[in-house]
């Protein structure tokens, strides 16, 4: 099958359409049948596939930049009488498990995406409900900050995919359900075993939606609420296009303007090599001008664009090497005149982009060890990418230096809330607290603080990496998925970790068990005659 | 196969030696290789399986009630050079998805049970590992409060379950290392790949264990320690006894003294229903002279053993009502009596058992379903049973009534840390606070607060259950599986939620996979000659 492309833009959706209009944004949901991802299924009633949320994904970010002076987004359907059917059926139900798996945590992503748009860049989510809404539709507006319903007596809400599917709600509707909307639980049972879902005054009471208003007088409801959340001190404020990345691309290479990922299919090996930025330059009074070439957008653009490959395009690929080469001093004075500029809205939403890169990074389900080598530049934000890797390595009695700097002190945390130094120290915020203030380590001084893992010198380091990664891609690739996803998240929980481990965990599981995806499974005689036959047993 | 029985006690225990004295207990390993629970394996080196494990829980409840004296338990190997080599790894391999999955259910239960032992009743558990300790050995030993281990060039601790079976070390082990220990996560990453483990120095270094002490010291050196945290106030404590509770059973019906289990095996439902307190009798001075008969004491042991042998021995029900009969004023009336005495330790003993069974059924993977008619009599701790349900159904216009009494408010915790009012009502902490304190509801009322999910009249009342009944029995159990798992948990996550979320449905999904469980997995091919074939995908 054809590598599966993340790169899009607006001239280009066939899924969605995109409106701006002093402060507001309208966000148009139209699916075209015909535009799958992969050819074997109709996207029928706006449901959606991987392509589909592309789009979403991309759009979002896009606001974000290009649209920087919209407060209000606008979420609907410019289908009548469907809001959205959710996930397309045909698609999840002839996918395999790991593309399964996948569609489902970068869907997740995308809405998270949303909601942190919503919290921290004054973006806020309206969901237009302007039909019927359910499964992975719902979940979309449960992704908002306010749910407005049609009240018709027909369109509903609803999360069938248990009655119909013998699956869960698992792009975050049940976590969402009971974290975010706190419904009672006993409501949440009903509401989730109900396969036509609730409407009317009852979506409102029960806390499915915010508000509902008859057809009459919906589209000028909408327009009441994105009106009262409009920001007018942002209405006019200039973005910055996103122009594409592009990279030239081999098999075993994809080589961007910052960032090159080698792939050595034979041993299931990928190396991630960082460039460090070529000099310092001064950040004008309006950072916006800087563009998209600016360094830290650029490179973090690219890192998510590969991110995204290794995972739906290089299945086999176990471990990924990540390694890094440039001025560590460059790079820190670089991430300092950044901070020293956060409250301009450009640099604030290049470190929330930066943010959700090394969060997704977190839940890439890859083995990552960090390469700490003479000429390496791992500081600040590139020191991240280190923290989140499973392992660091760093070759002692050289050059090789690490460093702290301002973005590692809580400006980049992980989906607990935590920075990924206090994560590590949990039991001493302390010391957390004192290796994030912008230090230098050698190798020794690293490994003393505990930053790295193992600290061999040149007599030892090609042996002990070779037998590192050799040993690690002997293991069963289920285990270590199972085993990074348990011990990479110290720390307290969130919404977002419980999406991510509770019910993502348990939607796996699902689609593993012959209920769901066997012969007689629900999820695979999903619109045929036949019933599915179930094994009772609980376990 | 013969149905599983959870009754035990010390002289009929064949894998563990119990001994007490002044304040000290010793729990000793010395596990009987022929006396496997089911034939096919041995239990060679101190592995265990279920059977091994029904006895350690037998033990520590029973220290508890029994032996109210002791405050340091310590647990150690009758074998020499080997603590306990974990789960019998035959014994997995062969046993079906279920029977795995409830099999480690139970043991973090039974370890969990140390450490509320440890931290509620003052028995706090010294792990003294006198020889190699793998697997789920060494995940018991984690469950103690303290770890030595004997420091002989040759004794290490180890977790390789990920290199030798390609699955996690799941009853606990990532959990603690990370949540309870805060081991970092390198550390960790490097410890769960390596089979062989750690010892001596480096075990200590880690955080793996907390002392060594070379073989010649090791028994003075454990001895001290215990010496060190008895509490010499409790000596001489005088125990009640717990006897047997051996109900008398046929097919489809277990009749305990003060509770009935009703087995409908054509529609894979079962009745629960609850027998009210026949008196109100006064607490003596000394509470223990009530003995094992005290009314909730018995009642919640009787509670336990069914939901035990609901899971293991009844797989194919779906679905459980809970009843209740009796006076409802008269149950409340016993709460207030009991809550008063809290500080009686066997009043407090019998509190805190009660919180473990609700645990328990918190966490059984069938479906619940209250029903509170005229002549229920749902109060107090009787109502944690409703509110431990997914649906409570309350018959309104007549005489059912239901009522808070002290224990709602927070004495019988969730794994959450919560009250289950509290977890119920989580947006509205305030509410809560307001109905747990004491208060009697009718339907309407009951209705109104939220405390009841339906509250159908007469006319209604018969066809609305026979609905809701025959929906749920009809949906895919492993969709509901899951899904309860994720929707009766609202509010803050703990070390013990997220064993059986995160950790648990991660191992659950491994037991799925073929590279565990497949022809060629490795779990399947452990200890043969052949080595396990991966399809080496990432999810």
Chains 1, 2 share one sequence.
């Not at 809400?157 to 792009?171: D, F, H, M």
Request: hydrophobic share 40%; glycine share 8%; net charge negative.
């Amino acid at each position: 099958m054809d590598p599966i492309r993340f790169e899009t833009e607006p001239s280009r959706y066939r899924h969605w359409k995109l409106e701006t209009d002093r402060g507001r944004a309208r966000l148009s949901m139209k699916v075209d049948e015909n535009g799958g991802l992969r050819p074997g299924y109709a996207l029928k009633l706006n449901s959606y596939d991987l392509g589909v949320d592309i789009e979403l994904a991309d759009a979002v970010t896009r606001i974000r930049f290009e649209h920087p002076g919209i407060s209000v987004v606008t979420l609907d359907s410019a289908l009548d009488g469907t809001f959205c059917a959710g996930a397309n059926i045909f698609m999840l139900a002839h996918s395999e498990h790991g593309f399964k798996v996948n569609f489902c945590k970068f869907t997740n992503e995308t809405r998270l995406a949303i909601e942190d748009a919503s919290r921290h860049s004054g973006q806020r989510y309206l969901a237009a409900l302007n039909g019927t809404c359910s499964g992975g539709g719902y979940e979309l507006a449960l992704a908002c900050e306010e749910i407005i319903l049609v009240d018709d007596r027909r369109s509903a809400v609803s999360l069938p995919e248990i009655a119909y599917l013998g699956v869960l709600p698992g792009t975050g509707g049940l976590t969402r359900l009971i974290d975010k909307r706190k419904v009672r639980r006993d409501l949440a049972d009903v509401f989730v075993t109900l396969a036509e879902g609730v409407r009317g005054e009852r979506a409102v009471k029960w806390g499915m939606v915010d508000a509902i208003a008859p057809r009459s007088r919906f589209d000028e409801t909408v327009a009441a609420r994105a009106s009262a959340l409009v920001d007018p001190a942002r209405i006019g404020r200039a973005g910055v296009s996103l122009d594409a990345l592009a990279p030239p691309e081999s098999e075993d290479e994809i080589r961007y303007r910052h960032l090159t990922l080698r792939l050595d299919h034979a041993r299931r090996l990928a190396e991630l090599i960082v460039e460090g930025p070529a000099s310092v330059p001064l950040i004008p009074d309006q950072a916006a001008a800087l563009g998209a070439d600016f360094y830290p957008l650029r490179l973090f653009r690219e890192i998510d664009d590969a991110l995204l490959r290794l995972r739906f395009n290089y299945p086999q690929i176990g471990l990924v090497l990540i390694k890094s080469a440039g001025d560590l001093g460059r790079v820190i004075e670089r991430e300092r005149a950044m901070w020293e500029r956060r409250d301009d809205w450009f640099v604030n939403e290049t470190i929330l982009m930066m943010k959700r890169v090394l969060k997704r990074l977190d839940l890439t389900a890859k083995s990552f060890f960090a390469i700490v080598e003479p000429g390496s530049c791992f500081g600040g934000a590139l020191f991240e990418l280190a923290l989140a890797s499973d392992r660091i390595y760093m070759k002692s009695g050289g050059a090789a230096r690490i460093a702290t700097g301002p973005l590692n002190a809580g400006a980049l945390p992980m989906g607990n809330g935590l920075s990924r130094i206090h994560t590590r120290f949990i039991a001493d915020p302390e010391r957390a607290e004192a290796l994030s203030s912008g230090r230098t380590f050698e190798a020794d001084e690293a490994m003393e603080a505990g930053l790295v893992t193992a600290a061999p010198d040149d007599l030892d380091w090609d042996e002990e990496l070779r037998l590192a990664i050799s040993e690690r891609l002997s293991l069963s690739p289920d285990a270590l998925t199972a085993m990074e996803a348990s011990i990479r998240f110290a720390g307290p929980e969130t919404m977002e970790t419980r999406i991510f481990a509770r019910l993502s965990a348990w939607q796996n599981w699902i689609f593993q068990r012959p209920n769901a995806v066997g012969e007689r499974g629900a999820l695979k005689l999903y619109g045929q005659p036949q019933s599915p036959q179930f094994d009772f047993r609980r376990t």
